[in-house]
RNA sequence: ACGCCCAUAGCUCAGUUGGAUAGAGCACCAGUUUCCUAAACUGGGGGUCACAGGUUCAAUUCCUGUUGGGCGUACCA
């Protein structure tokens, strides 16, 4: 039995010989030729538009199809060929066809789809990447799920991957709640509150910064200063008045007074800095840390394996997992060595101050394409005190993460915001001379942002949804609906279905946007179950499931579906759709989860279609009957293959 | 100011290297449960694919410009 490859490698052998013996020798590459599913008003299978043909033949598509037409011979495999316009129509023999996709999918079973596209290559995944100063909020869910997504579909591609997490644990942000909890924690603990370890660790990095507002009135009240001008709220409305008005001049005015007020808010805010107590404080602290104080260490530790406990139990409901975990405070100082070592050989620059810079031209050298148009500054590599910034860090793991592994590729799964910064690490590592360094590559997807008005997610100001409290509010309405009419899920069951069906709305609802597109996010609306979501789909699996308990026999594994029974149009739409499905994973794989989401919600469709229009168990047709099971199971299997490389797991009842 | 990304139905989004009449879901209207799970299905209305040019036999798709939005141009990470 012919595999869908080989079936559709054959089908395109069988046009090509006919007209190749018409045309004598041609210089044309097969793969030019695009089979298609011919649309809807047509009677045929697939089309093949012409175009690429006609160029070659310097004949016209109308032409070159008709005349293939007419020469075609009919197959086994192929009916006939029909000419309209430029398009030449595939009558395919419908029943070898969905024999061979049948064939394909029992045969393969949870393979099915797969391919050895990146055979013995390994490649690593870099993602999530969160701050342990707070609890994962629904943007790093995104990050979450594109990087473990993605992963899924490397691996069913063939590739070995390597998924890492890169820690950022060290720095003022962490400084600050634990400075926080020194000063009003009051030896409190997870245990002690029974809080989740990110949660209160959280709740801490909240309160300094509440503290640090408060101090910041009592300051402006010092000095005089009328922090009302400053409200968000009214800038806000100001340029919500800007955008509203269509007087050129007036616009100017508005805009200049809004630049003016921020000139004058940042001022303020720097002067405050300078003044605050608490900032003093922070830093400080941050200054003990890299000296290496026992007892800031110790509360470091302590607060950051609280945080870490925490993600993990977020991670493992999310399904992220990850081979290695890299923490900053081990690779932070990891870079200096190569950013000492670049500039002995001049590729980089030291400062009078003593700091180190790459300069823009020669990262323009370096990397023309990446900074063809991009206005350049020099970048800071290492300050002049000889400690780390972000890029010095981020050389350093790459290094490290090449010393641990050979690697193929290496992606960094990261929000679109910091194109540029890998642009640069990117061009620093070429210059430096890594050989790996064209291997590396950056992942960016939008941001999740809140609507227009909110302002942006900031887990200190109250605005993030929490990543935990969304799942369990989920859980508790999949629940409700689960117990809500006839209930067929076990008792015991339950718990684990709601969340199975929570996270498949969740994923969905996440993975079906393509990653250039930012996503905007309501707190105030719930992320529905209802529609193109991701409990529909486990609500089509679950029917087949349903149909397989009903039965009294199931197919035989060992002997084929007898596809002549299978007569209906839906039937053969849903084969049509199955058969897709190896190509749609091929396409994903190029950075697409999306498209492997909106062809489930299609097969979906087309299931729940041909449920509602046939019954798959007929008592008078056995025959017909295990025919249909068996398209039943192909379309089980092809759905469960589809949802666990989007991390979603089926479930046989809700 | 400059650079990158985005703009498709009232709303949220698909549309895989340019190809046949641009598709879903939500919302709205009208239907479908003596029949394998109604978290479903069937039908209906709803589009100048932001705007203006250009390339092409063919443009929602590629190029240029304009407008609107997001992000970036830190000795923050």
Redesign the pocket.
Known sequence: MLNLNGYFSKVKEEIFSSFKEKYGSLEFDL?QL?I?K??E??DAEF?I?C??LG?VLKKSPVQVATEIAEAFEASDLIEKLQA????L?VYINRQAFMACVCASVRQDKNRFGSSFMGKGKRVMVEYSSP?TNKPLHIGHVRNNLVGMTISRILEFNGYEVIKVNLI?D???HICKSMLAYEKWGEGETPESSGKKGDHLVGEYYVRFDRELKKEKEEYATKVGFDQGTLDKEFIRKKREDM?QCSDKEEKKKLRQEISDLAKKGEAFEQEFLANSQYTEEAQGMLQKWEQGDEDVRSLWKKMNDWVLAGFEDTYAILGCEFEKLYF?SDTYTLGRKFVEEGLGKGLFER?K?G?IWVKAEKLKEAAPKSFK???L?DK?LL??DGTS??MT?DIGTAALKNEDYTLDRSLYVVA??????FKILFAVLEMLGFPWACGCEHVPY??V?LP?GMG?IKSREGTAVDADDLIQEMKGR?EE??RD?EV?VSEEQIEDTSLK?ALSALKLFML???L?????FDPHEVI??????G??IL?SY??I???FR?AEILPDEEKSIDVSLLTTSEEFALLQMVSEFP??VK?ACNY?P??LV?YL?TL??NF??Y???????NEDNQALTLARLGLCQVVAQTIQNGLSLLGIEVV???
């Not at 309209?84 to 398009?87: D, E, I, K, N």
């Not at 679109?416 to 910064?421: A, D, K, P, Y």
């Open positions: 793969d695009k298609e011919a649309p008003k047509e089309g538009p175009f690429p160029r309209v316009g430029p398009y129509n701050n950022n060290r720095g003022i955008r900053e400062y101050d700091s148009k991009v206005q500054n800071l300050r002049k910034v972000y860090q679109e915001e910091q194109n540029l910064h939008g941001m942002i227009r942006k999949a609906k689960i009419g067929r069906v079906q946007v393509s250039d597109k930012t996503v905007q529905e179950f209802y529609g193109d979501t409990p529909a609500y679950a029917r499931q349903g149909i009903k190509d749609t396409t697409n999306h498209l909106s919600l979906k469709k729940s279609s449920y509602g229009k046939e019954k798959v168990i046989d009842n809700m």
